[in-house]
């Protein structure tokens, strides 16, 4: 399984982005998916996990502010970003939910999300 993820970039407090994440090399429909995202000079975080049902769970930080999703026709998971603060600063990466079970894919290209004035 090969996992990259997209569309960080340098964001205002309060503004919005949409993360993506592509994922090829296996069936996708059928993997429990999470963002995870590790703010400079700490530990990686999951912050939000859907199900291959579409159930999803978020970090208590997020939860409100963030939207995860996917399209298994087209092998993507997405993050909506909304009211976003700096303490949300940090690069995300895409994986399997593996926290909750299953099998930990190599990391793939993460993406930076700078939230500053």
């Known amino acids: 399984v090969q996992l990259q993820a997209s569309g960080g970039g340098l964001v205002q407090p309060g503004g919005s982005l949409r993360l993506s994440c592509t994922v090829s090399?296996?069936?996708?429909?059928?993997?429990?998916m999470g963002w995870y995202r590790q703010p400079p000079g700490k530990q990686r975080e999951l912050v939000a996990t859907?199900?291959?049902?579409?159930?999803?769970k978020y970090a208590a930080s997020v939860k409100g502010r963030f939207t995860i999703s996917r399209d298994d026709a087209k092998n993507m998971m997405y993050l909506q970003m909304n009211s976003l603060k700096p303490e949300d600063t940090a690069v995300y990466s895409c994986?399997?939910?593996?926290?909750?079970?299953?099998?930990?894919?190599?990391w793939g290209q993460g993406t930076l999300v700078t939230v500053s004035s």
């Open positions: 090399g296996s069936r996708f429909s059928d993997i429990d």
């Open positions: 994986n399997s939910n593996y926290p909750f079970g299953g099998v930990r894919y190599n």
């Open positions: 859907i199900t291959s049902d579409g159930t999803t």
